[in-house]
């Protein structure tokens, strides 16, 4: 099984970036796909999650409004475009896959290793 972030950079205050997630080894399309971030010396947290057809989205307030989770079943890819990006949205970046829906860290069955994420000026 492997989940390979890619998209993460320096981007400005109010900038874009689209993060990308690549699966292989498990069938994607029925796992629930999320994404959580990580800044040094603070707990991962939930992001947003995606069921395996697309229609259930969920956001964290932090980012509602902002983000925009998607999946692209064929390609086996997790998307999340992320706009109108703030200082505080600077961190590692993380894709994971459920079997079920429970977007608590705890219930992943498998986690990427990350991106980076820099908002700055």
């Known amino acids: 099984v492997q989940l390979v972030e890619s998209g993460g950079g320096l981007v400005q205050p109010g900038g874009s970036l689209r993060l990308s997630c690549a699966a292989s080894?498990?069938?994607?399309?029925?796992?629930?796909m999320n994404w959580f971030r990580q800044t040094p010396g603070k707990e991962r947290e939930f992001v947003s999650i995606i069921s395996g057809s697309g229609s259930n989205i969920r956001y964290a307030d932090s980012v509602k409004g902002r983000f925009t989770i998607s999946r692209d079943n064929a390609k086996n890819t997790l998307y999340l475009q992320m706009n109108s990006l703030k200082p505080e949205d600077t961190a590692v970046y993380y894709c994971a896959a459920n079997r079920g829906s429970s977007a608590s860290m705890n219930a992943m069955d498998y986690w990427g290793k990350g991106t980076l994420v820099t908002v700055s000026s």
């Open positions: 080894g498990f069938t994607f399309s029925i796992y629930y």
